[in-house]
């Protein structure tokens, strides 16, 4: 079984604590798209049906998982679930709005 140690906890404890500082996004798909301009079309709705699909199934990896957090797993404390929850929602929430993002871009004809 895993268990922190004193010294360990008083590490996270003040890791938690420092101030978060944001990462820059990068997307080697994006840039690739941003480059696009001269492929043909067809390449560029395959290079957005492939990165849609991805999400697609990213997000019913996370509603299942989802799913079986909310059916309540016993080595897993109710509050440390609402944490867990709030993660899988953003990370639902992403792949709905890339899903919605691709099929957008998709439709403009590019």
């Not at 890791?15 to 941003?34: G, N, Y």
């Not at 991805?54 to 909310?70: A, P, S």
């Not at 709030?86 to 639902?92: F, H, Q, V």
Request: glycine share 4%; hydrophobic share 35%.
């Amino acid at each position: 079984m895993y268990k922190i140690t004193p010294k360990g906890k008083l590490e996270l404890e003040t890791w938690l604590l420092e101030e978060t500082q944001l990462q820059p996004v990068r997307s080697e798909f994006m840039l690739k798209l941003l480059f696009s301009s001269d492929q043909p079309k067809e390449h560029i709705i395959k290079m957005l049906e492939i990165y849609k699909q991805v999400h697609v199934e990213k997000r019913e990896k996370y509603m299942k998982m989802q799913h079986e957090l909310d059916q309540g797993i016993e080595e897993i404390t109710k509050e440390r679930a609402r944490f867990l929850n709030a993660m899988l929602r953003r990370g639902i929430l992403s792949c709905e709005s890339t899903i919605c993002w691709c099929d957008e871009t998709m439709e403009t004809g590019l």
